[in-house]
């Protein structure tokens, strides 16, 4: 039998301190000390879980973050000048209130590009690199400020 793969030898190695029950903690210094920048193992190529990502991947989300404000604001003027929201989730919170509306747009997103994030190292189905989708997300919201930008200057030569 192998030493390393006796219980006493085991039980020798340990310090005695359970490190997985302080959570909070291990989130505040994997966040200030990431440690794991691939994956461990041969089939971690496929599904890797890592605790760092690039910068790149942290402006683009912002960038999509801070046009998800954008396009709500231009919705917002839009709806002003008589157009109509097309997204039944959304539309269901402007008549209400418009900081209800801005946080669920918001947190949508959010909670979106954090799963997206999450899986930035991976293939979805196997074929596209999620960062792909990421950038694929930044492209849709940009030809999407465009286009409502192009409506706010359409909308008052048709409403006149």
Known sequence: MHALSSPKSVS?????????????????????????????????????????????VFAVVLAILTLCVVDGVLTVMLLQQGAIEANPVMAFFLPHNLGWFA????????????????????????????????????????LLIFHEIHLLQVIPDIAG
């Open 12 to 56: 020798e190695r340990r310090s005695g301190v359970e490190r997985r029950k302080r959570t909070l903690i291990a989130y505040w210094r994997g966040a200030r000390n990431p440690r794991r920048r691939d994956g461990r193992r041969h089939a971690d190529q496929v599904y890797p879980i890592i605790d760092w990502h690039s910068a790149r």
């Open 103 to 142: 946080a669920v747009k918001l947190s949508l997103t959010a909670m979106g590009m954090l799963v997206l994030v999450a899986c930035s190292r991976m293939k979805l189905f196997r074929t596209f690199p999620a960062e792909a989708v990421i950038h694929g997300v930044l492209l849709c919201y940009v």
